[in-house]
């Protein structure tokens, strides 16, 4: 072999401006480092060609449902000899210990090779990076890849139009975005106990003029009226309901830490049931209850019935409760979720 072969960012740049024109070849005993990001691909008839490595790891977004989903886009072209017979997954870890993992045969597929794997991120950990691995026949790929819901919304925040938001959404995305997190540094706030790694949220009024609003439980009862899928029903007094006679109301809570699930609960005497009742149960305590109430259905009338009784109840009659009784945190933080509720509809639409 004669010349000199440079091997680096030149070549690659010509690689890349001219693809079906440009390449870099080399003898399999020439000994020539390849430009960072590229390898040697072997040709089989004792060359290889200077190849770019493709990113495991290629971009993010979020779904707005219960919790916050945080997608991650994965390119299988970028494992070594990928077979999807061979058991692949990817591991998210955050605040410390949690995890949660999605085989690639459960991932959404995207495209040719990318699949979409996604964790649910309750609304107190929006600031914290969720780290993740991919592992392909039980070993750990070299690219790893961390992201948090608040980088990609103030990503979308900063510039709506590269995310494909059209001119006439751009101010009602850039509110639901910053509602999100408003919600999520609220939460954060309440359930900081429950939080081992304190995530820090930027000052939202320095950053976007954001200012929390003072909000009303005449403001709330005016959502849940307007929302079109209310429409002919009302929220049920729940003192009033009675699924049989020896039962009464005993609680309800929004769960903000699983999927924003709205629970209702109901006590009998000790010995007694419910007849007919399937459902959860502990001691004498019965429930049910709305699992996974997207951002745009937090205003939404939920159907329950429980024994003989039908009634309707939502995630926001229950922050009117709040707004009444609890502590100045639990107060803003239901303040927080039904502007977020609003924020939503403003983007989705009222009947989203």
């Known amino acids: 072999m004669s010349g000199k072969i440079i091997v680096d960012k030149t070549a690659a740049a010509a690689m890349e401006s001219a693809p079906d024109k440009a390449s870099v070849n080399k003898a399999d005993g020439f000994d020539q480092a390849p ?3 590229y390898k040697w691909k072997d040709n089989g008839d004792g060359t290889s060609t200077l190849v770019k490595i493709p990113k495991l790891f290629t971009g993010h977004n979020i779904t707005l449902r219960g919790d916050v989903s945080l997608n991650f886009f994965i390119n299988t072209a970028a494992i070594e000899n990928y077979n999807p ?3 692949a997954k990817v591991v998210f870890t955050y605040d410390g210990t949690r995890t949660a993992e999605v085989d690639f045969a459960d991932a959404t597929p995207v495209s040719d090779g990318v699949i979409m794997a996604t964790i649910q991120v309750p609304a107190a950990f929006m600031a914290h990076k969720i780290q993740a691995v991919v592992y392909y026949d039980g070993a750990a790929q070299a690219e790893t890849d961390e992201y948090s819901i608040q980088q990609y919304a103030e990503t979308l925040i900063a510039d709506p139009a590269a995310y494909g938001i059209p001119a006439a959404k751009v101010n009602a995305v850039k509110t639901l975005m910053k509602e999100m997190l408003n919600y999520g540094a609220k939460a954060q706030t309440v359930f900081a106990g429950q939080v081992k790694e304190q995530a820090a949220y930027d000052d ?4 976007y003029g954001y200012h929390m609003a003072s909000v009303t439980d005449a403001d709330i009862q005016a959502a849940i009226d307007a929302a079109p899928q209310n429409e002919g029903k009302t929220a049920t007094d729940l003192s009033t309901v009675k699924p049989e006679a020896n039962a009464t109301f005993y609680t309800a809570s929004v769960v903000f830490l699983s999927e924003s699930t709205l629970k209702i609960v109901f006590k009998v005497p000790g010995g ?4 007919g009742y399937d459902g959860s149960q502990k001691n004498t305590y019965y429930w049910v ?13 939920q159907e329950f019935t429980v024994g003989d009784a039908t009634f309707y109840y939502s995630a926001l009659d229950y922050a009117k409760v709040v707004l009444k009784n609890g502590n100045a945190a639990a107060q803003d933080l239901v303040s927080a979720l039904y502007l977020y509720n609003q924020a939503a509809n403003g983007y989705f639409g009222a009947n989203a």
């Open 35 to 37: 430009a960072a990001g």
């Open 85 to 87: 017979s061979v058991p």
């Open 272 to 275: 007694s049931t419910i007849t």
């Open 204 to 207: 939202l009024t320095e950053k």
């Open 289 to 301: 209850q709305e699992e996974d109430i997207a951002a745009a259905q937090l205003d939404t009338l």
